[in-house]
């Protein structure tokens, strides 16, 4: 029984170890030091906030994104209730990542991240295929109070 236990509360610990935020402080020697964090799926897509002038920039990526500015489903599962918001994003100039807010404190959709326990994240894009990608976003809060601090 006591193996049972075991080895219960450790597939929990693996099953979450992939779903928490990962938290760093990135000093590569030739920018200012600066912070991110983010929580990744099992298709290698990351979804990230990074430290950027005095606001936190929220974009995904890991994976090929076609449009320029391709339109962008999020949707957040708050206490059970799905939270609906689209966003125009910009992608980068390698085509790897889509910004979904240059500051997320600014946005619309900031309390529903804040709060929110899942995100599914679709970029709508015209010629290329259209993934709906899933991140457990659990202690969102915690991740923007590490942001935000200085």
């Known amino acids: 029984m006591k193996k049972l236990i075991l080895s219960g509360a450790l597939l929990c610990a693996i099953t979450n170890a992939k779903a928490q935020w990962t938290y760093k402080n990135v000093n590569n020697g030739i920018d200012d030091p600066y912070k991110i964090c983010y929580t990744e799926t099992n298709n290698y897509a990351r979804l990230k906030l990074e430290k950027y002038n005095e606001g936190v920039t929220f974009y995904i990526s890991g994976t090929y994104f076609c449009d320029e500015f391709p339109t962008v489903d999020v949707v957040f599962t708050v ?4 939270k609906k918001h689209q966003v125009v994003g910009a992608r980068s100039e390698d085509s790897k990542i889509v910004f979904l807010a240059f500051d997320i ?8 991240f804040k709060n929110a326990s899942s995100v599914k994240v679709r ?4 010629y290329c295929t259209t993934d709906v990608f899933t991140f457990n976003i659990a202690n969102s809060k915690l991740a923007l109070e590490f942001m935000q601090k200085p």
């Open 123 to 126: 970029v709508n894009e015209s």
């Open 105 to 112: 404190s600014t946005e619309e959709f900031y309390e529903d």
């Open 79 to 82: 206490s059970g209730v799905t």
